[in-house]
């Protein structure tokens, strides 16, 4: 029998394994649901915060009135519950314990937004596996994670939790933080349910101001807010969760077209889709629920199987399936839908935690592993050869700014379960690994982000004049940005941009390493550092992270998920913009138009007078200690049918002396379209190492379906004409070349 015989059989074999498991599921399902009261299948639908093993928690679960519990991280209290559910409530059914695991539940990694820029959707994928590995370890079985909002707005809070600006990326990004979260296979100890939130659209609030309203066009929200959670969903993530905002005036957590004809109906998804904290019972103050039971009607109608702490299901439904105004059989797919999870994860099988004594956290292979993931998270944006540090030319190093010695703060956001004691901050880091080679002075000046002692910035000036060289760590206290923490001024807080003005007088090389949860405006700021690194918030291993770059035992591979504005009146500034009718030609800035100079003396171009037409760092954009070549684009052919492909290669050689990791990204533009398109979009990526003076070939397949767009009719379709290709180091650069699709 031949191999591929063999091997097709065995396929089959287990694609009918596979459905016959489902087929038992569903059947226990069925069986379960008939044996339950309504009281009890409502129950199911409703999720508490934790509140330790109290008689009052212990009562609701006896009775089957809670189906998952959030919060709850003692695995003695958790095992606890659990058993009273197991062995004291009529049917017995498991609970489901979880947590905000965002990036990491004791060994943190960088936020999101870094994980992003590191272009390393491996090093994203171990990130979660370890952190489900840790949280699965005291019973956490469900985080609400990962956060797949695209978000072109630096001023929202929650674009530290996000994976940037771009649709690919944070497609891509997230689908490893959902294989990584959920394993190989559910049912095991150490996998635990993702959750892709917030859907949908939640980072086009307007104003940057969370929890606020979005209007977006169905043609917009389908070409750049739902493919990341389309790309999770087909990657079979367990859990969806509605987002706070409306779009166009409804809701997501009464969004019927959303949750029901997209997530269900068009995108065959059968997972969990759970509220948001309240979110069911805030439609009352969104003006579209007059009460409580409107709220459950619109919710349960629109499909969200359970309701996060709104207590809207349990108070309300029971009374309207009796009164005729819910059909039970809403609740029953609600209920099928919890139950299969339930199934899925193995917890009528093993709803225990095993080991409660067994502690699975800091391990050293996920220590280093959170210590790449920094490393690779960090972009450099400037450089007057100031780095790496070397020996030959330093003797004493001055370590200064709030973030040079910040163990929480470096964490980020959304790190309930964190430990600051086990963070390794740069100044730390900097004196165990270097401090024997060079002179380590040290001197926060600013004590914290919005600190604006000035005493302090004269006690760092100070400590930089007896230095060779100044390593000024800036940025933002983690409590500037993630949810509700949003800035209408993303200019680095406190006096930070006067303690650098200060140490610039100094007359020594300042390197500045930003350590923030978003993009800042930072023009001042990076025109006065001789070199600047944007690190984000690393997480635990931050500290040896930004070390072994400064010191060159690593090299700089980040690139940025996002666009930095050079002033937060460009926002929303991105890459993937349109081209417009009048696109910025013959800029002349606000200081140099003549005085007197007639109305349409400036070109009637589109650009703002006081900051251009571009951003101050384009996404994808981040520089290295060597430098890379990119030869001319080559396609395998200049056309191609609607079911063709193409292949397009370009050769990257690395002409520094360094070896280096590179991103090399693929970028297309579809010229003439009947809705106008973007001036380009990421369509690929890949991340390589080259040594010193090596080159390497990379090819990209590019698929004529991937290249359309949605139209006003809601369909997808490609369309014939021209396409640009560009293989490039950032959104910015590269000449592009054509084919054209028949
Ligand atoms: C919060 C957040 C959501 C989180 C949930 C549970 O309000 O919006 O992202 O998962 O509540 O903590």
Redesign the pocket.
């Given at each position: 029998m031949t191999k591929k015989l063999l091997f097709i059989l065995m396929l089959g074999a287990s694609l009918v394994s596979c459905s016959k498991k489902q087929d038992a599921t569903e059947s226990k399902i069925d069986e379960l649901i008939s044996k339950m009261t309504l009281t009890e299948k409502i129950g199911q639908m409703n999720q508490l915060t934790g509140e330790g093993a109290s008689a009052n928690m212990k009562d609701q679960i006896r009775a089957g009135v809670v189906g998952s519990i959030?919060n709850e991280v003692d695995a003695n209290t958790i095992n606890e519950l659990q058993r009273v559910a197991v062995e004291e409530s009529r049917l017995g059914i498991p609970l489901i314990f979880a947590r905000?695991v965002i990036h990491g539940f004791k060994t943190i990694f960088p936020i999101p937004l870094g994980q992003a820029a590191t272009w390393n959707p491996e090093l994203a994928e171990q990130g979660a596996r370890i952190a489900a590995q840790e949280a699965s370890s005291v019973g956490i079985r469900w985080t609400?994670a990962p956060?797949v909002d695209v978000s072109r707005d630096p001023r929202w809070g929650r674009i530290a939790e996000s994976c940037g600006e771009d649709p690919y990326l944070t497609s891509v990004m997230g689908v490893a933080m959902v294989k990584g979260f959920q394993g190989d296979n559910l049912a095991d100890s150490n996998s635990i349910a993702a959750c892709a939130?917030?859907f949908a659209g939640y980072g086009a609030s307007e104003s940057g101001k969370d929890y606020n309203t979005t209007w977006i066009p169905e043609t917009q929200l389908r070409d750049v807010y739902l493919p990341s959670f389309h790309a999770v969903a087909d990657a079979g993530v367990a859990t969806f969760?509605c987002s706070?905002n409306d779009i166009n005036g409804i809701p997501s957590s009464g969004n019927k077209h959303l949750n029901k004809d997209i997530l269900r109906n068009e995108w065959k998804w059968d997972g969990v889709l759970v509220s948001?904290?309240g979110s069911i019972d805030q439609m009352i103050s969104h003006g579209v629920c007059a009460n409580s039971e409107d709220a459950a009607i619109m919710a349960v109608d629109a499909g969200v199987d359970a309701d996060?702490m709104g207590f809207v299901y349990i108070k309300n439904l029971e009374k309207l399936v009796k009164e005729g105004k819910v059909d039970e059989k809403l609740i029953d797919n609600a209920v099928r839908n919890i139950l299969r999870l339930k199934f899925r994860l193995g917890l009528f099988e093993n709803p225990y935690v095993k080991d409660t004594s067994k502690v699975a956290f800091y391990a050293s292979g996920s220590l280093n592993a959170a210590r790449q993931a920094a490393e690779e998270s960090a972009v450099l944006l400037k450089n007057n050869n100031v780095l790496p540090i070397s020996t030959k030319t330093v003797k004493s190093i001055a370590v200064v700014g709030p973030m040079s010695d910040a163990p929480a703060d470096q964490l980020g956001t959304w790190v309930f379960d964190a430990e600051p004691s086990h963070s390794v901050t740069p100044l730390q880091a900097i004196r165990q690994d270097y401090g024997s080679k060079f002179n380590i002075l040290a001197e926060k000046g600013l004590l914290y982000s919005r600190d604006t002692n000035s005493k302090g910035i004269a006690r760092a000036v100070q400590v930089a004049e007896k230095a060779d060289i100044v390593l000024f760590f800036a940025g933002e206290e983690a409590i500037l940005s993630g949810?509700a923490h949003c800035r209408a001024d993303i200019s680095l807080p406190g006096a930070q941009t006067e303690m650098l003005r200060e140490l610039k007088k100094t007359g020594k090389p300042v390197v500045t390493v930003l350590m923030t949860g978003r993009p800042n405006t930072i023009s001042e700021e990076v025109e006065k550092s001789d070199a600047f690194i944007y690190a984000f918030q690393g997480g635990t291993m931050a500290g040896p992270a930004l070390a072994d770059l400064l010191f060159g035992n690593a090299v700089p591979s980040g690139k940025l998920p996002v666009t930095i504005p050079r002033m937060v009146g460009q926002v929303p500034v991105y890459y993937a913009h349109k081209m417009t009718g009048r696109p910025a030609s013959n800029i002349v800035m606000i200081n140099d138009i003549p005085v007197g100079a007639f109305q349409t003396s400036l070109g009637n171009t589109s650009y703002h007078l006081d900051a251009g037409d571009s951003p101050l760092f384009p996404f994808g954009y981040g520089l290295s200690y060597t430098t890379f070549s990119y030869s001319p684009v080559h396609l395998s052919a200049t056309s191609m049918d609607q079911n063709g492909k193409i292949m397009a290669e370009c050769k990257v050689t690395n002409t520094g002396k360094y070896d280096a990791r590179e991103v090399i990204q693929l970028y297309i533009r579809d010229k003439v379209a009947t809705l106008a398109q973007p001036v380009r979009e990421l369509k690929g990526f890949k991340k390589i190492m080259l040594k010193a003076g090596e080159s390497q070939t990379i090819s990209f397949e590019i698929n004529a379906c991937e290249l359309g767009f949605w139209h006003q009719d809601n369909t997808y379709s490609v369309e014939p004409g021209e396409f640009q290709v560009w293989i490039s180091k950032d959104s910015q650069s590269g000449e592009p070349v054509s084919f054209y699709l028949k």
């Open positions: 959030l905000d609400f956060m939130k917030h969760m706070f948001d904290w996060m949810e």
